[in-house]
């Protein structure tokens, strides 16, 4: 009977933030956006202060550049929410700022979709553009003396963009040639954080069902000013979109758990170690059998021994032997 030494599958020994790590990619967006706001002067904080009798030192005062009103204001902030609601509708949380986690498996979708925001983005700019002398016409009857022409660019075009990249948040592999000591606490660190990760993404799973159940009980209690309240398909939808996207996910780690990802040098140390323990105890297991063996072979049992009393054939062919013999 053969023995198989091979490790065991990959699902019985690999952590939750292995698994993460495995099918998970970081992902970050950046946004460039036109501030309209901006503090006062020393001089105007000053003035501002007498009209109160307070010291200027204890107020915090600013002033609105522009009407983010305006419509053509309000679509070019449509799409940055739209863009940063889709990063993180489609992640999961990361303990580092900026940086969310997303299926490798959907990093070409959502770069598609990125894209196609950046594309609305430029469009929309192009249209506040166009009404910019409009808002700053209004914004100077509106800031009076406060209005400086200095706190306006000449256009905003390129002032409000959308990037996004994938940083790698593994150590660097040259890292342990050059000091093996700190590679292994670098990975001791990311495993750290990764296990963060595990906590924050069942975190943020609870609280979206327990948002979700939450919204599905407020429809389905009572009345609203003596009206049945309206229960519209979507609130089924959510639920649903829930489950599927959490049963998608789950496929995809299971998925991952059938292959091995990258481990730092103490886990491959550790599975070594384990491995040669395997084989020294199957080894040891086959001599055991073997020496068992062997002392049973050497052992007369009942069949090979000389019966204690010959019978009389026996006997008469001893003798025929024996006088052959003479």
């Given at each position: 009977?053969?023995?198989?030494?091979?490790?065991?599958?990959?699902?019985?020994?690999?952590?939750?933030?292995?698994?993460?790590?495995?099918?998970?990619?970081?992902?970050?967006?950046?946004?460039?956006?036109?501030?309209?706001?901006?503090?006062?002067?020393?001089?105007q904080?000053?003035q501002?202060?007498?009209?109160?009798?307070?010291?200027?030192?204890?107020?915090?005062v600013?002033?609105?550049?522009?009407?983010?009103?305006?419509?053509?204001?309000?679509?070019?902030?449509?799409?940055?929410?739209?863009?940063?609601g889709?990063?993180?509708?489609?992640?999961?949380?990361?303990?580092?700022?900026?940086?969310?986690?997303?299926?490798?498996?959907?990093?070409?979708q959502?770069?598609?979709?990125?894209?196609?925001?950046?594309?609305?983005?430029?469009?929309?700019?192009?249209?506040?553009?166009?009404?910019?002398?409009e808002?700053?016409?209004?914004?100077?009857?509106?800031?009076?003396?406060?209005?400086?022409?200095?706190?306006?660019?000449?256009?905003?075009?390129?002032?409000?963009?959308?990037?996004?990249?994938?940083?790698?948040?593994e150590?660097?592999?040259?890292l342990?040639q050059?000091?093996?000591q700190?590679?292994?606490?670098?990975?001791?660190?990311?495993?750290?954080?990764?296990?963060?990760?595990?906590?924050?993404?069942?975190?943020?799973?609870?609280?979206?069902?327990?948002?979700?159940?939450?919204?599905?009980t407020?429809?389905?209690?009572?009345?609203?000013?003596?009206?049945?309240?309206?229960?519209?398909?979507?609130?089924?939808?959510?639920?649903?979109?829930?489950?599927?996207?959490?049963k998608?996910?789950?496929?995809?780690?299971?998925?991952?758990?059938?292959?091995?990802?990258?481990r730092?040098?103490?886990?491959?140390?550790?599975?070594r170690?384990?491995?040669?323990?395997?084989?020294?105890g199957?080894?040891?297991?086959?001599?055991?059998?073997?020496?068992?063996?062997?002392?049973?072979?050497?052992?007369?049992?009942?069949?090979?021994?000389?019966?204690?009393?010959?019978?009389?054939?026996?006997v008469?062919?001893?003798?025929?032997?024996?006088?052959?013999?003479?």
């Open positions: 009977m053969s023995t198989v030494l091979d490790e065991p599958a990959a699902h019985s020994s690999t952590s939750p933030a292995q698994r993460l790590r495995t099918t998970m990619a970081a992902v970050r967006v950046s946004l460039q956006w036109l501030g309209v706001r901006k503090t006062l002067t020393a001089e904080k000053s501002a202060a007498d009209t109160f009798g307070a010291v200027g030192d204890y107020l915090s600013g002033k609105k550049l522009l009407d983010t009103r305006h419509p053509s204001f309000k679509a070019v902030t449509a799409v940055k929410n739209k863009a940063v889709f990063w993180k509708s489609l992640t999961l949380p990361f303990p580092e700022g900026g940086i969310r986690l997303i299926r490798q498996d959907r990093v070409e959502f770069d598609a979709q990125m894209r196609q925001f950046q594309v609305e983005l430029t469009e929309a700019v192009a249209t506040l553009d166009r009404h910019y002398a808002l700053k016409s209004a914004a100077r009857d509106r800031l009076g003396t406060l209005f400086n022409e200095s706190d306006y660019p000449a256009s905003l075009e390129g002032l409000f963009s959308i990037a996004w990249d994938f940083p790698s948040v150590p660097p592999d040259y342990q050059l000091n093996p700190l590679y292994e606490q670098e990975c001791q660190r990311m495993q750290q954080r990764f296990d963060e990760a595990v906590r924050l993404a069942e975190a943020a799973f609870t609280a979206e069902l327990a948002k979700v159940i939450s919204h599905l407020e429809r389905l209690s009572g009345s609203e000013d003596g009206k049945p309240k309206v229960f519209r398909n979507s609130a089924i939808g959510n639920l649903t979109e829930f489950f599927e996207r959490f998608s996910a789950e496929r995809q780690v299971q998925r991952a758990a059938r292959r091995p990802g990258r730092c040098p103490a886990d491959r140390q550790r599975r170690a384990a491995a040669v323990a395997r084989q020294r199957v080894a040891a297991a086959r001599r055991h059998r073997v020496v068992a063996g062997t002392e049973r072979a050497g052992r007369p049992t009942g069949r090979s021994a000389a019966p204690e009393h010959p019978s009389p054939a026996q008469g062919g001893g003798r025929h032997a024996a006088s052959h013999q003479a």
